[in-house]
């Protein structure tokens, strides 16, 4: 079953709109939200996180908010330019005894931002 | 400079033959992990290495097998390729502990043909 479930799949934006992704969570096991962006050809890169006893992080034009209680969390990207068009993928974070974590990722959502 | 690199970047093989794919990284990380991600762009943890220990492995057949010969280095080796092995597989790693960024290579792209 899908833990991380991701919406919308793709996403259409012009640019210096607002960019919203949605993920949510069942386990409540999951310790770190992170959320990567992936260019085509290239690996995913961390574009922001959040532990779960905060409920927004901001980082320039990148925020995350979180709502532990109703499990989701989302990525608002502010002032969207075409360069941030890219694949986006949310995940849920697992501390692995024995050292490491486990990403478990969402579906990803494809962004376009259009001029 | 690469943080985490991985090689081939392509891969084209015959079904049936057998693959390895490298990785090392250069961050003085004590984890490292094999993620593959599928033509619909899903993305799912194979195995998680610790100290050269294996940590996890996400129930991959035991055609794939990682070998880590120190902690900066996670290679995966294919047996007996088959069509649904087709997809991009990547390299990461991370510190050791909780919050910790996992930092990907490239990928490499593997058609079984």
């Known amino acids: 079953q899908q833990q991380v479930k991701q919406s919308p799949q793709s996403l259409i934006v012009q640019k210096g709109g607002i960019s919203i992704i949605n993920c949510a969570y069942e386990?409540?096991?999951?310790?770190?939200f992170p959320w990567y962006q992936q260019f085509p050809g290239k690996g995913p890169a961390l574009l922001i996180a959040i532990r779960p006893d905060v409920s927004e992080k901001k980082e320039g034009r990148f925020t995350i908010s979180f709502n532990k209680s109703a499990k989701q969390f989302s990525l608002h990207i502010m002032d969207s330019q075409p360069g941030d068009s890219a694949t986006y993928f949310c995940?849920?974070?697992?501390?692995?005894?024995?050292?490491?974590?486990?990403?478990?990722f969402g579906t990803g959502t494809q962004l376009k931002v259009e001029l | 400079d690469t943080a985490v690199s991985q090689t081939p970047k392509y891969l084209v093989t015959q079904m049936g033959n057998d693959k390895s794919i490298k990785c090392e990284q250069n961050l003085g990380h004590d984890t490292m992990y094999w993620y593959k991600q599928d033509s619909k762009k899903f993305l799912k943890i194979m195995f998680s290495?610790?100290?050269?220990?294996?940590?996890i492995n996400e129930t991959v057949p035991n055609r794939f097998s990682p070998k880590s010969p120190d902690k900066a280095h996670l290679n995966l080796h294919i047996n007996s390729l088959e069509l649904g092995d087709s997809a991009v597989y990547f390299c990461?790693?991370?510190?050791?502990?909780?919050?910790?960024?996992?930092?990907f290579g490239q990928g490499t792209r593997l058609t079984v043909v």
């Open positions: 990461a790693s991370s510190h050791t502990g909780a919050d910790t960024e996992a930092f």
């Open positions: 386990n409540t096991a999951f310790d770190y």
């Open positions: 995940a849920a974070s697992t501390t692995l005894t024995g050292g490491g974590n486990k990403l478990t």
């Open positions: 290495y610790n100290n050269k220990e294996l940590i």
